[in-house]
Each structure stands twice: as C-alpha cells, then as structure tokens.
C-alpha cells in the first residue's frame, strides 16, 4: 500500500497493489474509507464529509493519467 496524497493532517490517498478491479485509490482517515474511482473520478463506495470528497475527488482528477499507469503497473 503507498500514499500518494496526505491532507488536514488525517486524511490520505492510497493505491493499493494487487488491488482488484476497477481501477481505484482509497481515501482513508477520521474513521472513514472510501474508494475513488480512476476512470470515473467519482466515489465507488463509502462515505465522507462531502468537503474532504470533494479535495479529494480534485486531486485524483489532477493525478488521474499518473495514477491510472501505477494502478496498472501494480495490478498485472
């Protein structure tokens, strides 16, 4: 698992290896976990202040090509 994104000092975005599919990273932190999806930029599932989706959602959308090729680097 690495973090690619930390944020308000609890919160960070995670790629997972050998993750299963649909591409995605974990935003994990105050107690909630919630799946991003790389193609859609949209929540997969889970639930978080809509604020932290929102910051989140926003970097992922400016991170999406570089993640997508790491999520497919890592799942074979």
């Known amino acids: 698992m690495t973090t690619k994104y930390r944020f308000r000092d609890k919160y960070r975005i995670?790629?997972?290896?050998k993750d299963h599919?649909?591409?995605h990273v974990h935003l994990i932190g105050g107690g909630f976990?919630?799946?991003?999806s790389l193609e859609t930029v949209e929540v997969i599932t889970g639930k978080a202040p809509p604020?932290?989706?929102?910051?989140?959602l926003a970097w992922?959308?400016?991170?999406q090509?570089?993640?997508l090729e790491e999520w497919k680097r890592c799942y074979p």
């Open 51 to 56: 604020l932290i989706i929102k910051e989140a």
């Open 14 to 17: 995670q790629l997972r290896e």
């Open 65 to 67: 090509a570089q993640l």
């Open 33 to 36: 976990e919630v799946m991003l």
């Open 21 to 23: 599919p649909p591409p």
């Open 60 to 63: 992922v959308s400016a991170h």
